[in-house]
Each structure stands twice: as structure tokens, then as C-alpha cells.
């Protein structure tokens, strides 16, 4: 036991000792740090099993525009989406204070759409893409999996 005690005391001080003089050398930053953000805007938000979301339409599902943005009655804004349900925040997963639901408008093609919001007289923007719908008919003569009709 006592070995154990003197063996921590000497890793504790030689830590302290290895650390203090590193401590003394540094000196204050001269380079102002970049100012935060005071706004921001995107579709979706990355999950821990999807980290491909942000700015990605996707079809089929629940789609949700999100900004962080002071001032009042902010206002989602794209040619290709509709929003309803404005909603306050704070969001998990998101530095975001405002959320509303978003719609597809019918007819949207496949491509890369701007995204803005605007509140408090500042306007922030992103890029969201659109991925091409899927075949929703199943062609002709196709083989239908798990129905037997492979079956000899």
C-alpha cells in the first residue's frame, strides 16, 4: 500500500511538473478568432444512423426546413417548397432556434434548389438537392420476389 501511495504522488508531481512549464510557454492568440455565425439555414438534420441528410430532399419521408436566425417573424423561402407548421426551438442535432415542415411542390425535377430565410432584415441561403423520383411502376413481365411465382 504504501508503495501505491508513494508511486501516485510521484506521478501527480512529475504530471504537474511536465505540465506547468508547458502552461508558462504559451502565449495569447494575436489572430482575432473568426466571429461566429449569427445565422444559418438548411433541409434536414444528419441522424446517427444517416449522416448524409443535410441539404438533401428526401422523398417519401418527413422533410424539414431548420434556421438559426434573430429577429422576428422569420420566413423559410424556395421555389420548389412549401412550409407550414412553424415551430420554435431549440432541436437536437441542430444549432437552430426555428423549424417549419417542408412539401415538394409537384413537378419538381431532379437538380440543386436555393433555400433561404429571412428574420430581422438578414437573409441567410444554402443549396439543398433533389434526387430523381424512383420507378414506382414495376415493369412489365418482372419477376415478383416472394410471391412463388419463381418457384418450379
Known amino acids: 500500500m504504501r508503495k501505491t501511495v508513494v508511486l501516485v504522488v510521484a506521478a501527480v508531481i512529475g504530471a504537474t511538473t511536465l505540465t506547468g512549464p508547458a502552461m508558462a510557454q504559451q502565449s495569447p492568440s494575436t489572430t482575432p478568432a473568426a466571429a461566429p455565425a449569427k445565422g444559418s439555414v438548411q433541409l434536414n438534420v444528419n441522424t446517427a444512423i444517416n449522416q448524409t441528410l443535410v441539404d438533401k430532399y428526401v422523398r417519401d419521408a418527413p422533410n424539414v426546413a431548420l434556421a438559426k436566425c434573430e429577429g422576428a417573424s422569420p420566413k423559410f423561402s424556395s421555389p420548389v417548397l412549401t412550409f407550414s407548421n412553424y415551430t420554435p426551438g431549440p ?61 418450379g
Open 91 to 151: 432541436f437536437m442535432g441542430a444549432d437552430a432556434n426555428i423549424s417549419a415542415d417542408v412539401a415538394l411542390n409537384p413537378g419538381t425535377q431532379a437538380g440543386t434548389y436555393p433555400l433561404t430565410v429571412t428574420c430581422g432584415g438578414q437573409t441567410y441561403s444554402t443549396q439543398f438537392s433533389v434526387p430523381a423520383p424512383q420507378v414506382s411502376k414495376v415493369p412489365s413481365g418482372a419477376a415478383k420476389a416472394g410471391d412463388g411465382s419463381m418457384a
